[in-house]
């Protein structure tokens, strides 16, 4: 049995509610009350991940597996602060950086399962279609039953969730974080898939307008999934008021 802390794993143990709608109007809360603040880092967010982009190989590995991680990390942390009615600095939302090994451990092995899950789904269709007749309209030989081989992708996907929130906030090692998320939000699974679902799209729907509304919606968004972390599993030596009311049950 995985060495767990304490409240993690009453979570694990004990259950807990789920309060989708709360979490959402949360998150639009928490932001609106430093609105400018985050608009201008998700502007400096997408800029660093823009430059390090065209910057080949080097640049665009640094910008997956730490760049990314650790600015997302950043949303977090600042999203603590102020929900719990601190005045944050524009430099808070760069100590997710404080994080970066793990952080960065994480990404590489969540990768490097995701790639080992897509092994089978790519020798599938590479080897086992006929492009010519696909090109001519013929799909009788198409194998779509390998699109179930799509769902543990899936479900690892939703799953794994919690892990960053778990190591910057409870102090976790990589894997033990992953799965402690695991198994919380497996409990629940189809509602953390439906609430991903629904924050992925208000975090993408700032999209029109040029973009510009995203300097809003995907902090917005950010913030959402943090309210559900501290509401399902809590900040160190919190108390969650889903457990409290477990416990009352």
Sequence with gaps: MANFPPQVQRVID???????????????????????LYMAFTFVFFLILMVSGLIPILGQLAGGLVLAPCLMAGFHLANRKVDDGQSIAFGDFFKGFEHWSQ???????????????????????????????????DISGFPWWAFLLLLPLIYLGVAWGYSSFLIIFHGMSAWPAMEASRQIISQKWFFFLLFGIV???????????????????????????????????GMPDEVTVSTLDHLVD
Excluded: H, W
Excluded at 15 to 34: A, C, H, P, R, T
Excluded at 107 to 135: E, N, Q, R, S, T
Excluded at 201 to 224: D, V
């Design 14 to 36: 004990q259950g807990y509610e789920f309060n989708f709608g709360d979490y959402l109007s949360k998150g639009f809360n928490i932001v609106g009350k430093q609105a400018v």
């Design 103 to 137: 952080l960065l451990v994480s990404v590489l092995i969540m990768g490097g399962i995701f790639l080992l899950l897509m092994l089978p789904i790519a020798l599938i269709f590479g080897f086992g279609i006929d492009p010519d007749a696909i090109a001519a309209g």
């Design 199 to 233: 924050v992925g799209i208000i975090g993408s729907i700032g999209a029109i307008a040029l973009g510009i509304g995203m300097l809003f919606t995907l902090p917005a968004a950010y913030a959402m999934q943090f309210a559900s972390f501290r509401d399902v599993v």
